[in-house]
Every structure is written in C-alpha cells, then in structure tokens.
C-alpha cells in the first residue's frame, strides 16, 4: 500500500505561485492513479487534479474547471514524487491540500474522494490579497 506525504503549502499573495510535493511511500508509481484534492473551512472537499501512468511515463491527466490553465499535475518516477504547480493563485484557492492515490483501473475521471482509498494528512496553502 502507498502512504502519501505531503509538502510545500504556505503563504503566498494572490496572483503568486506555489509547488506542491507528494511523496508516496513506494519507490515506483506503477499500479497507481494519483491526485489532489482540496477542502477549504466549512466546505467539502474537493478534486484538484489526477494522473495516472507515471511509471510507464504515459502520465494521463484531469483537471477541475476551476483549475485548468493555472494548475499542472506532473509526476517523475525517478524522484518518487508528485507534483503540483498552482500558477495566477486566487483568493478562492486557500485551503488544505491532499494528496490522495488509488488503485489504477486505467482512467483518471475519477473525481470523487470516496474513490481514492489512500491520502496523505495535507498541507496548508494560503494565499494573501
């Protein structure tokens, strides 16, 4: 079983940029799907972003609305880590960051928490106007 790990939340000003890291507990991707998540105070969590294929370099990715063209998930086997680069950061982005993997089934739409078994304890991303 994988145990992510996340890390490089902080504070930021608005407009601003951000690289989260994830480091699973296993030294290969193969067999897993990965994602972010994010649950902001009073809210429920929510889908960030997937991708799957890491270990096979095919890195098939899916993003929120709300994120596309400003967040990049990306993955590299080497390094046994996951990233994600949050560009043009809005007010509406702070929250606490999770990173979340499940087992591949050959698809990354899959966007609901209840269907990532393994997640990581977050990190905080807070961003100033």
């Known amino acids: 079983q994988v145990q992510p790990v996340e890390s490089g939340g902080g504070l930021v000003q608005a407009g601003g940029s951000l690289r989260l890291s994830c480091a699973p507990s296993r030294r290969t991707f193969a067999g897993y799907a990965m994602a972010w998540f994010r649950q902001a105070p009073g809210k429920e969590r929510e889908f960030v972003a997937a991708?799957?294929?890491?270990?096979?370099?095919?890195?098939?990715?899916n993003y929120a609305d709300s994120v596309k063209g400003r967040f990049t998930i990306s993955g590299d086997n080497a390094k046994n880590a996951v990233y994600l680069q949050m560009n043009s950061l809005k007010s509406e982005d702070p929250a606490v960051y999770y990173c979340?993997?499940?087992?591949?089934?050959?698809?990354?739409?899959?966007?609901?928490?209840?269907?990532?078994?393994?997640w990581g304890p977050g990190t905080q991303v807070t961003v100033s106007s």
């Open positions: 991708i799957r294929g890491i270990a096979w370099s095919l890195r098939d990715t």
């Open positions: 979340a993997a499940r087992y591949d089934t050959g698809s990354v739409q899959y966007t609901q928490s209840a269907q990532y078994a393994f």
